[in-house]
């Protein structure tokens, strides 16, 4: 079974300020998801990203997948107090079709 | 809008007691998913559901059990509870393979005393 690392594990940082999570594996993967939790909530999907070395933007959000598929990043511009939450990437298991195997999180807290 | 709807936000209970966890979901997705989600831990797949009576189980299926009568409701079921099963447990649906969104409930805080 492939394992997901995230990195890091917790992050604080001021309103205004800018940040980069990663989500890392040995492992080559057809796609990858990042969701992100806010405190209370289930996690929802915030992209899914397909093609090496593809790059999506969501607002003040950029999420870039690696050439070799391995790995992916969250940048985050600005952050907010509304961007508190654990972010979590997922990938499909390369064992069994409709599995997916989420990463452990980065929490993230934003103050004001 | 799409939906999914867990019984309980917050649950106490004793060891040794039968636990009914409940999800149910609008959006007609064969796929339903019983997760639980722990500190560090990341979420971890208990039981999923590919169609009405159809079950596998995931990567920690040991003291569950899950149940699909209905294709909108997913139950998760702890025969006996015990402490190590305090934990926080969401449920998610899909409608098709694994590269497609999961949709989450708000989950279920499960204390076990």
């Known amino acids: 079974t492939q394992l997901l690392e995230q990195s890091p594990q917790f992050l604080s940082i001021q309103e205004g300020e800018n940040l980069t999570v990663y989500c890392n594996s040995s492992s080559v993967f057809s796609s990858l998801q990042w969701y992100r939790q806010e405190p209370g909530e289930g996690p929802v999907l915030l992209v899914t990203v397909v093609t090496g070395g593809e790059v999506k933007k969501l607002k003040r959000l950029t999420f870039q997948f690696g050439d070799a598929r391995k790995d992916s990043s969250l940048h985050i511009t600005a952050a907010q107090t509304g961007d508190t939450g654990l972010y979590l990437c997922?990938?499909?298991?390369?064992?069994?079709?409709?599995?997916?195997?989420f990463g452990p999180g980065t929490s993230l807290s934003v103050i004001p | 809008d799409v939906k999914v709807t867990q019984s309980s936000r917050y649950l106490v209970k004793r060891t040794g007691e039968k636990v009914f966890l409940e999800c149910v979901q609008d959006?007609?997705?064969?796929?339903m998913f019983w997760y639980r989600q722990d500190p560090g831990l990341g979420l971890r797949l208990i039981y999923f559901?590919?169609?009405?009576?159809?079950?596998e189980k995931g990567d920690i299926p040991e003291g569950y059990s899950v149940s699909r009568e209905k294709k909108e409701r997913f139950s998760l079921i702890l025969e006996s509870a015990s402490t190590n099963q305090t934990s926080m447990y969401l449920c998610?649906?899909?409608?098709?393979?694994?590269?497609?969104?999961?949709?989450f409930g708000p989950g279920t805080r499960l204390t076990v005393l």
């Open positions: 997922a990938v499909a298991d390369v064992a069994s079709y409709d599995k997916v195997i």
């Open positions: 998610a649906s899909r409608l098709g393979t694994s590269g497609d969104t999961q949709y």
């Open positions: 959006m007609d997705h064969e796929n």
């Open positions: 559901s590919y169609d009405v009576k159809m079950k």
